[in-house]
């Protein structure tokens, strides 16, 4: 099934460990993006790629980064986890033309204690 | 800079009624994409529709309506005869018409569909 597969689906985290939220997506679509939701705020992106090799920051990308090595994943990484990281974290990905908006995985739900 | 307000945080409403989710946004760009994105409980993100700046045409499908008006940068969402299965968290967003393409979302409506 073509689509965007994130894992884990959730995690409990400790503060200043290390974690890597994985996004793989079968579409060949040359943008992807990682967005975090919080209660009140919607959606804010934190990084995005236009196309692989490149990367660029989101409206809140401190303590996060990013890669896209090929065009199929783009992992997020936190190199050392705080609290206010906590959040639901959706990658997407999308593709001229847009006819179809922007294909969103399933999210990882992160708490970090 | 773009911004997406969506003023209404939660709504109730009772099944049959019609109801309107609001959504107001500000871009300098003089082309660009909309977006309505529907939240259910499960979590995902489901997409309704796409319209572009230069295309006001109102559009029906089934019970949702959506009304773009790019005079009051406006662009509403209506849904007719509303039903249990409504009950979600509807985002509006916004996206550059161009290779960038991020999307900027509003905060989200809550819509609460009674029986």
């Known amino acids: 099934i073509a689509g965007i597969t994130q894992a884990p689906t959730s995690q409990i985290l400790a503060a200043g460990r290390r974690m890597t939220l994985r996004c793989t997506q079968d579409m060949r679509h040359n943008a992807m993006y990682w967005y975090r939701q919080d209660l009140g705020l919607g959606l804010r992106l934190i990084h995005y790629?236009?196309?692989?090799?490149?990367?660029g920051k989101g409206e809140v990308p401190d303590g996060y980064s990013v890669s896209r090595a090929n065009t199929d994943d783009f992992p997020l990484t936190l190199a050392s986890a705080v609290p206010s990281q906590t959040s639901v974290y959706f990658c997407?990905?999308?593709?001229?033309?847009?006819?179809?908006?922007?294909?969103f995985g399933s999210g990882t739900r992160l708490t970090v204690v | 800079a773009q911004k997406v307000t969506q003023a209404q945080t939660e709504i109730s409403v009772v099944e049959k009624e019609d109801v309107t989710l609001d959504c107001v946004y500000e871009?300098?760009?003089?082309?660009?994409?909309l977006f309505w994105y529907k939240q259910p409980p499960s979590g995902e993100l489901v997409f309704l529709i796409r319209?572009?700046?230069?295309?006001?045409q109102n559009e029906i499908s089934g019970r949702y309506s959506w009304n773009f008006q790019k005079s009051t940068s406006s662009f509403n969402f209506t849904i007719t005869a509303s039903q249990v299965v409504d009950s979600a968290v509807y985002f509006c967003?916004?996206?550059?018409?161009?290779?960038?393409?991020?999307?900027?979302f509003g905060s989200g409506t809550q819509l609460t569909v009674l029986p």
């Open positions: 790629s236009n196309t692989a090799g490149t990367t």
């Open positions: 871009t300098r760009d003089t082309t660009y994409y």
């Open positions: 967003a916004l996206s550059p018409y161009g290779s960038a393409r991020q999307l900027t």
């Open positions: 997407a990905s999308s593709d001229p033309p847009q006819e179809y908006g922007y294909t």
């Open positions: 319209r572009n700046s230069f295309d006001e």
